[in-house]
């Protein structure tokens, strides 16, 4: 169900640069004419969102690098630099900061809309794998360019998450020692990290490609989670899509500036505008609010080792998500059980990222182990058994009869594409 | 109600209840300083100019005895949105000021009057040399220390800040700190060279009480207390830690403007476009 284009080159210029390289048709087939189903909802849009962001983060971000210096000594200052005098400076790197924080809320979203719908399931497999690859590289972007500023928190964030391999038995001492380019997080590790940081949002785009055209070799689910039997069930991405998401692109970008220009400094710790020094450790380190679901799984288990192991299953656990889950219906809609244990699992994440930002002592390691070993059983346990001895509600044969059910008639046939025409 | 429901109800009462426990001893321990009001509050807030001149004199009087400022630049005092000094009078400033540079000609390092591009000098040459100076400890730069500082909002206040843009705890805790002094309550041994203050964490304090009142002279008639003393240098300071805060607030409300006339003019357009789609709305 991959878009096929269209697209008629109408000068003699654009037929002797179609023979040569079809790049124009290739993106009317991906952006213009590519059926999507008529029935997805606002939840859809988030794929577009976090296209914005990271073109966002791309731009802010290289001009941020023309003017930060990164060195142990000058880093902290550079940055209150392009805060005071860059031009537009404290715009850039507001939007930078916070950008990184609506990046990460729209990833969230997008990741439970495809847990809601089943959009995971075949074949839509390794669209699905290279998500979380992507999530995987959005957390080692972000905590790398969380330590730039060279803050208390950056410099003991990025102590605890690199010793963290320490805890890897024989060789973890060496390969922390490697990590950091030295016995302790220093300049090599500042200079390392930066380089990273640059080079990671190139990966994360190039992987992007793959996920988009992987999306269109499958083509989109929908909230039935039933195939589109015919044209009449889909219409083309511009306009119909184009124009949904940018009205939601836009909606999102006021929620982005609400933060950038009245609350910048909200979603960021005040001990990060300390300037870092190895000698004194802030009282409570805490990561960035979307690290904090996975640092209380981190801490909820007793030993150094098994809570690394803990951690990096909470995100690896993901990729799996096509087999653990049974069921062969893929709409919650149609799944009453699941939908309830779905909801679960979305306070279990808000219960945990609450934790994580706690300190580790008391009630709250006995919350977090609950609801620790609720995230694991939901994958687990919870899944696998939910699709032997669930009963789905029937099923629509097709979008148009899901559609007609609830009452909102599809009286015209599916508009033509209007790519061609300008 | 179904089964199902029952489970996502006991879930959710589980999920909800079961840390609240320790959190309300965490939060009797730390005392929150009072929420004040302030002129730049807000989405339309601006610095009071007068109160920032006067927070100014207080710095420069007191804190820079032992504080520096070094991130603030002399010119900033008369750039746009800040205490609004022209150049003239922050050059007067800059001047009364000695700047080390070099080095020269004959390689020698030299002192000279500060002009607008210098920054605050920091009141010692090195961070040894503060440590000897204050019993050990480097009293911290001032130049963000209204966004270095805060206490911890708890809940639900921190979801209703989103709301309000209440974003002054750093001033409020300042204001606090500077009024917070009192003898230690009995049977509290402080470490020798602390005192004893309320909102400061762990109360023992090296910074011994700075301000008293009538010790700076005000011009315009403001109370000469350590109430007014205490508001005008976290004012100050607030706009040392942010000095393009002014703009960022203007251009903020531009920028809302535009993009709710924007995402408006696209909900219509989505809306006519999917018209023939939605058939017989």
Same mark, same amino acid.
């Given at each position: 169900m991959s878009g096929h284009s269209t697209y008629q080159p109408q000068s003699r210029f654009m037929q002797w640069f179609e023979r040569r390289l079809p790049i124009v048709s290739f993106m009317h087939a991906s952006f213009v004419a590519y059926p999507t189903p008529r029935?997805?909802?606002?939840?859809?849009t988030f794929g577009g969102i976090l296209s914005l962001m990271l073109a966002i983060q791309i731009v802010t971000g290289i001009v941020l690098a023309m003017h930060?210096?990164?060195?142990?000594?000058?880093a902290f200052v550079s940055v209150e630099t392009i805060m005071r005098?860059?031009?537009y400076g404290w715009l850039l790197r507001y939007l930078h900061a916070n950008g990184a924080s609506m990046f990460f809320l729209a990833a969230y979203i997008h990741m439970f809309r495809g847990m809601y719908y089943g959009s995971y399931k075949d074949p839509r497999e390794v669209l699905w794998i290279l998500g979380v690859i992507l999530l995987f590289l959005m957390i080692a972007t972000g905590f790398m360019g969380y330590v730039l500023p060279w803050g208390q928190m950056s410099f003991w964030a990025a102590k605890v998450i690199t010793s963290?391999?320490?805890?890897?038995?024989?060789v973890g001492d060496s390969i922390v020692t490697w990590l950091w380019g030295g016995?302790?997080?220093g300049n090599p590790t500042l200079n390392r990290f930066y380089s990273l940081h640059y080079l990671l949002p190139f990966v994360i785009a190039g992987v992007v490609i793959l996920h988009v055209w992987a999306l269109h070799e499958v083509g989109q689910n929908n909230p039935t989670g039933v195939e589109p039997k015919?044209?009449?069930?889909t219409v083309p991405f511009t306009p119909y899509a184009t124009v949904k998401d940018s009205f939601l692109m836009v909606v999102f970008l006021i929620l982005l500036a609400w933060f950038v220009f009245y609350?910048?400094?909200?979603?960021?710790?005040?001990?990060?505008?300390?300037?870092?020094?190895?000698l004194v450790t802030p009282a409570h380190i805490v990561p960035e609010w979307y690290y904090l679901p996975f640092y209380a799984i981190l801490r909820a288990i007793p030993s150094k080792l098994g809570g690394v192991i803990a951690l990096g299953a909470s995100i690896v656990i993901l990729a799996f998500l096509p087999w653990l889950?049974?069921?062969?219906?893929?709409?919650?809609a149609y799944r009453p059980l699941y939908r309830q244990f779905f909801w679960i699992f979305v306070l279990v994440c808000i219960g945990l990222g609450w934790l994580g930002a706690k300190p580790a002592e008391g009630g709250y390691v006995i919350a977090a182990r609950f609801l620790t070993a609720w995230y694991f059983l939901h994958f687990l346990v919870i899944l696998p058994i939910l699709g032997l001895i669930e009963k789905p509600k029937p099923l629509p044969n097709s979008i148009s009869e899901a559609v007609l059910r609830e009452g909102v008639p599809i009286g015209a046939p599916a508009p033509a594409p209007s790519g061609t025409k300008h | 109600m179904s089964p199902s429901r029952h489970i996502l109800a006991a879930a959710l009462a589980v999920a909800l209840t079961a840390?609240?426990?320790?959190s309300a001893a965490i939060a009797a321990e730390a005392i929150a300083p009072p929420a004040l009001s302030w002129?730049?509050?807000?989405?339309f807030g601006k610095f009071d100019r007068a109160q920032l001149q006067r927070g100014l004199r207080v710095y420069r009087e007191v804190c820079q005895n032992c504080h520096g400022?070094?991130?603030?630049?002399?010119?900033n005092l008369a750039?746009?949105?800040?205490?609004?000094?022209?150049t003239a009078q922050a050059a007067a400033i800059a001047k009364e000021y000695k700047i080390k540079d070099g080095p020269n000609d004959q390689g020698e390092m030299f002192e000279r009057d500060g002009r607008? $591009?210098?920054?605050? +000098?920091? &009141?010692?040459?090195n961070e040894n040399a503060a440590r000897a100076q204050h019993n050990g400890t480097v009293p911290p730069d001032l130049s963000v220390i209204a966004k270095a500082r805060t206490y911890e909002r708890g809940f639900p206040w921190f979801l209703i800040d989103i709301f309000t843009?209440?974003?002054e705890q750093g001033v409020d805790y300042l204001v606090a700190l500077l009024k917070g002094y009192t003898d230690p309550p009995q049977g509290v041994e402080l470490p020798p060279g602390t005192s004893y203050n309320t909102?400061?964490?762990?109360? $023992?304090?090296?910074? +011994?009480? &700075?301000l008293q009142d009538e010790l700076v002279p005000y011009t315009?008639?403001?109370?000469?207390t350590i109430d007014q003393y205490a508001k005008d240098v976290a004012a100050f300071l607030a706009w040392a830690a942010e000095p393009h805060m002014e703009a960022r607030k203007r251009i903020g409300f531009q920028v809302m403007i535009f993009l709710i006339v924007f995402a408006g003019l696209l909900y219509f357009t989505k809306k006519k476009v999917w018209a023939d789609v939605h058939g017989h709305a």
């Open positions: 029935n997805l909802n606002y939840w859809w930060y210096t990164p060195h142990v000594d000058h005098d860059v031009n963290l391999f320490g805890a890897i038995p024989v016995y302790s997080v015919s044209d009449k069930e609350l910048p400094n909200y979603l960021g710790h005040a001990d990060n505008y300390i300037p870092a020094n190895p889950d049974t069921s062969r219906v893929r709409s919650a | 840390p609240l426990g320790p002129s730049w509050s807000g989405p400022l070094t991130l603030v630049s002399f010119r750039e746009p949105g800040g205490p609004g000094f022209t607008l $591009a210098d920054r605050f +000098p920091a &009141p010692w040459p843009q209440y974003q909102y400061f964490p762990g109360h $023992a304090i090296s910074m +011994p009480p &700075p315009d008639g403001a109370p000469q």
